[in-house]
């Protein structure tokens, strides 16, 4: 089994897409929250999808044999400082990127449990009303009010 060695330029093209990606990724996480608030779940699920293939692409780039972070830890010495200095600041806005993007899923996450908790709390009064309802209710099939009383 042969693994695939990364040079120096082509690690660097990897850590300039992963961060692109993450970049990407921050960024339908925001639209993500406006499609929460407005509970336009339509068009969250579009938005997801979309996420999910980003997401994927991102992991592509991570995985490999090596895995990366371990190419990296070996050949990151190797190079000139100018090149190792682009390739940290590229992986620490990736990280910073994909950090937000946990919070910001955190928040949403948020979001969709308070409105899943207030349609609960909606539902329930509906339902309480329906079996007062039901319970008030004089089906004259089964029952009969005797005046003579």
Not at 29 to 35: A, I, L, V, W
Not at 88 to 102: D, G, H, I, K, R
Request: aromatic share 8%.
């Amino acid at each position: 089994m042969t693994t695939k060695q990364y040079s120096a330029d082509q690690m660097q093209s990897i850590f300039q897409h992963r961060f692109e990606y993450s970049r990407l990724l921050t960024e339908l996480t925001d639209e993500q929250s406006t499609f929460i608030s407005s509970q336009d779940y339509s068009g969250l699920i579009d938005l997801l999808m979309r996420k999910q293939t980003v997401i994927e692409a991102l992991h592509q780039y991570s995985n490999g044999d090596p895995p990366l972070q371990q190419q990296w830890r070996e050949l990151r010495d190797s190079l000139n400082s100018q090149a190792r200095a682009k390739c940290e600041e590229l992986l620490e806005a990736t990280e910073q990127n994909l950090a937000e993007v946990m919070q910001k899923e955190a928040t949403c996450t948020q979001q969709m449990q308070s409105q899943r908790d207030q349609t609960r709390a909606q539902l329930e009064l509906v339902s309480g009303g329906i079996a007062v309802q039901d319970a008030y209710h004089d089906d004259n099939q089964f029952s009969q009010f005797d005046s003579n009383f």
